[in-house]
């Protein structure tokens, strides 16, 4: 294992129930890098994600994180390793409101954003703060889902389709707060349906096909791979 | 003397203040319902034996070991949150993802077995436990005698609900409970120790109706039968809030009890009956409750 490894899932199987949704994932993220998962709908990223935090059904293979192997802890084990999760549906909870969301996952390890630094980082959630926590618009619901992970001293973000479905500026915004991360030497994973807005983002890019990982482009090869990225996303 | 419609006023606030005694133990026993459900998905059927169980052992402490009320109104019901923790981590866990009838049909069971073995240790006959001398004795409130343990089981009931409220809706624990309750699998995915909670929840529930047992065994006959004569009108009294409103199940608990006194007064063939009359009227018009979210 080289030293900057953070992540690395090797041969991970995972099931819902009786179907069989991962086949064989292989891939490795380095400390504070940025990758992203690309594929149609189906293929398997969201499942990647939340078979990383233990949240499918039976796992079979190896995921390990920062050294540890992780396969058979329970979700809140993984995340206390310092795993930040934002869900595709978003998880904002109805019963909570917008602040209480915000402070509601536990610290997983030191040097998180404190509350005044994601206030001035998301400033639509300082005004918000006292409102029922699905009362808020789209954007602000997503705004809401990756801050209250940047609180908690996280290193590893999980962020799924976050761009999906929001207005342009918002989407803009989202970029923006991933690029100060990876200043901050996050190591973020983004699953992706958005390519232009991946693409400037990520390190590298996997493209994922009925559960694996079919090719790897980085980020300096994205101009001849084309071809590929054609094939596979139609883009 | 005077009257109101006919009724002396000492009997009208004599029934009122029964009604309000009633609806507190309604209270804090719906109350452990509505939040054991909440998190747990779990009708527990089992809460009317262990409210018996916490009068049981109030007055086993003082019978055996000479411990007197206030100590066991703190260790009865931590004795009762043990158990519940024994029967959560043996039994319950198994259920969560099973329909609702597997959990009621186990706490059912369960309620027959801990009922049984009261029965067979101690008969059915109630034991007598005597109001604890701080409490003996009544307020003379010019209009009406009140006695100082029906006040004390109304305020301590109230406080105790209060609490639960609370803790629950304002501390950082309750933030946990409710996220947990709304969405467990994301919770645990934070970090948060998702079936600790239910673990502690399912404890801190049947604990409430230990604590409701040891503030009726001073005001009744301790036997094996309390529970199950008085868990039929609760599970009504949850019906009727709705489950998984805590403010809801506090208010339909103290306003039935008070409703069920009130027809005692005026229509006393009515009052054992009243309170599933108004069971079925809200049935038909809110098939989810007063304070219930339809899901």
Known sequence: ?235 | MTEIFGVPIQALFGQLMLGLVNGSFYAVLSLGLAVIFGMLNIINFAHGALYMAGAMLAWMGLEYLGIGYWWMLVMAPISVGLIGIIIERLMLQWLYKLDHLYGLLLTFGLALMIEGLFRDLYGVAGQPYSIPEEFSGAFNLGFMFLPKYRAWIVVASLTVCLATWYLIEKTRLGAYLRAATENPKLTQAFGINVPLMVMLTYGFGVGLAGFAGVLAAPASQVGPLMGSNLIIIVFAVVVIGGMGSILGSVVTGLGLGIIEGMTKVFWPEASSTVVFMIMAVVLMIRPAGLFGREK
Not at chain 1, 56 to 64: V, Y
């Open chain 1, 1 to 235: 294992m080289s030293a900057t490894e953070f992540l690395r899932v090797s041969d991970l199987h995972a099931f819902y129930g009786e179907s069989h949704v991962l086949h064989g994932m292989d891939f490795t993220v380095r400390r504070g890098e940025c990758i992203s998962l690309l594929g149609r709908n189906g293929a398997g990223r969201t499942t990647t994600l939340r078979a990383i935090l233990g949240l499918t059904g039976r796992r079979t293979g190896s995921i390990m994180l920062n050294g540890r192997e992780v396969i058979n802890m329970p979700s809140h084990r993984i995340a206390q390793l310092g795993v930040g999760y934002c869900p595709e549906e978003r998880g904002i909870y109805a019963s909570l409101s917008c602040e209480e969301n915000l402070l509601l996952p536990p610290q997983v390890g030191s040097g998180g954003l404190s509350l005044d630094e994601l206030y001035d980082m998301f400033p639509n959630l300082k005004e918000r703060r006292h409102s029922q926590g699905t009362r808020l618009s789209g954007g602000e619901q997503q705004m809401l889902a990756m801050a209250r992970i940047l609180r908690t001293g996280a290193r590893l973000l999980l962020l799924d389709e976050i761009s999906e479905g929001l207005a342009p500026v918002i989407v803009q915004k989202l970029g923006e707060v991933i690029r100060k991360l990876k200043e901050r030497d996050y190591t973020i994973i983004l699953v992706e349906q958005n390519f232009r807005f991946a693409a400037p983002l990520a390190d590298r890019m996997f493209i994922v096909e009925h559960g694996q990982a079919v090719a790897e482009i980085a980020q300096n090869e994205i101009a001849e791979k084309q071809n590929l990225l054609q094939e596979y996303l139609g883009v």
